[in-house]
C-alpha cells in the first residue's frame, strides 16, 4: 500500500461500491465524479480510468487488419484479467498496485 494511503475502515466501506465500479469502462467517472473525498474509492477509480483509456486505445488499434486484430485480442484479455482482480481487490477493502498502470494513475489529480 503507498505511504499517503492509510487503511481507514470506514472509508473502506463508504467507498467500496464506488471502487468495484471503478473497473467498470466508463462507470470510472462516477467516483472520479462523486466521491473525490474517498481516498479508497478515488484510488480505484484512477486505476480504473487508466485501463479504460487502454480499452479505447485497444479498440482503435484493433481497427488495423490482422496485427491489430491480434492486438485487440490480447490486449482485451489483459484489460479484462486487471480489472477483474482490480474488482476482486477492491471487494477486499485492499489498496492494491497494478503493475505499470499505479504508476500512470498515481500522478493524476482531480
Known sequence: MPEDYKYDEKE???GKPYAILA???ILCL???LLK?????ALF???QGLVLFIGEIIIGIVGIIPFIGWL???FGTILFSVLSLIGIVQALNGKY???PVVFDIAEPIKF
Request: hydrophobic share 55%.
Open 12 to 14: 473502506v466501506l463508504e
Open 23 to 25: 473497473y467498470l469502462w
Open 30 to 32: 462516477i467516483p472520479l
Open 36 to 40: 473525490k473525498d474517498n481516498k479508497f
Open 44 to 46: 480505484h477509480a484512477k
Open 71 to 73: 492486438i485487440a485480442f
Open 96 to 98: 492494491w498496485k497494478m
